[in-house]
């Protein structure tokens, strides 16, 4: 079983910039896509990225395209989410998640449902 969890969340100025960490045990993260996602209070979660197994392939969201880079080191079994350009409707909750046959390519982000464990989640706050 995958036990994920994240870190690296915090208080930043709007247009700074946040690294996130979802660190990985239990099982073998090289096996496994990962993907980030986001709650804002009274919203659904939101899909952010996902990053293949391998990381060959990736894929974001459109409203952080740009401003949002995933990265996988399986020898350190952590995927980071390095966040730019942050703006204050960044501010939720973030969550990574993992699946062992869930899909990620340049052209299709996995859904929620399509993985199967989940870390606790790491609030981002953006704000002066």
């Known amino acids: 079983q995958l036990r994920l969890v994240e870190s690296g969340g915090g208080l930043v100025q709007p247009g700074g910039s946040l690294r996130l960490s979802c660190a990985a045990s239990g099982a073998n993260m090289e096996h496994y896509t990962i993907g980030w996602f986001r709650q804002a209070p009274g919203k659904e979660r939101e899909g952010l990225s996902c990053?293949?197994?391998?990381?060959?392939?990736?894929n974001y969201v459109d409203s952080v395209k740009g401003r949002f880079t995933i990265s996988r080191d399986d020898a350190k079994k952590t995927v980071f989410l390095h966040m730019s350009s942050l703006k204050p409707q960044d501010t939720a909750d973030y969550y990574c998640?993992?699946?062992?046959?869930?899909?990620?390519?340049?052209?299709?982000?996995?859904?929620?449902?399509?993985?199967?464990?989940w870390g606790q989640g790491t609030q981002v706050t953006v704000s002066s």
């Open positions: 998640a993992g699946g062992v046959s869930t899909y990620c390519s340049s052209g299709y982000l996995a859904k929620f449902d399509e993985y199967d464990y």
């Open positions: 990053i293949s197994v391998g990381g060959d392939m990736t």
